[in-house]
């Protein structure tokens, strides 16, 4: 039996301009993405604002519009691990989970994670503010 093939040659302007630049476009996007990525997870705390900063977008919340941050327990990766991660509720009612920055939970009690630290930080400048 013979099986019909199909026989396809693209020519260079056969995709047109798409054709012309898909050539930088994903390079262009991988790179960006490595760079988010080495951004991604970032939270940064000033004395007016707190910047969560993770792999697709950049959030600012100004310290004046929230009302608590909160630890909450999620579970994460392929094989689901159990780490802490900071939720953030605002004045106006939006609760903001940063599962971007995340740590496991701490065995020893006295001893707080980084999640648990930054909590306790931004906690202290909502009261201060």
Not at 91 to 98: M, Y
Not at 110 to 116: D, G, T
Request: aromatic share 10%.
């Amino acid at each position: 039996m013979v099986w019909p093939t199909l026989n396809l040659y693209l020519q260079p302007g056969d995709l047109g301009q798409a054709g012309r630049y898909s050539s930088l476009v994903l390079p262009a996007a991988c790179l960006l993405m490595a760079w988010r990525s080495f951004r991604g997870g970032t939270l940064l705390v000033t004395s007016q604002l707190v910047v969560l900063r993770g792999i697709y977008r950049t959030r600012r919340i100004a310290v004046d519009s929230l009302r608590t941050v909160d630890v909450a327990v999620g579970r994460f990766g392929l094989l689901g691990y159990t780490n802490e991660y900071l939720r953030f509720f605002t004045i106006d009612g939006e609760v903001v989970e940063f599962k971007e920055f995340h740590s496991r939970r701490r065995r020893d009690p006295k001893r707080l994670s980084a999640v648990q630290q930054a909590a306790e930080f931004i906690g202290g400048l909502i009261r201060a503010g």
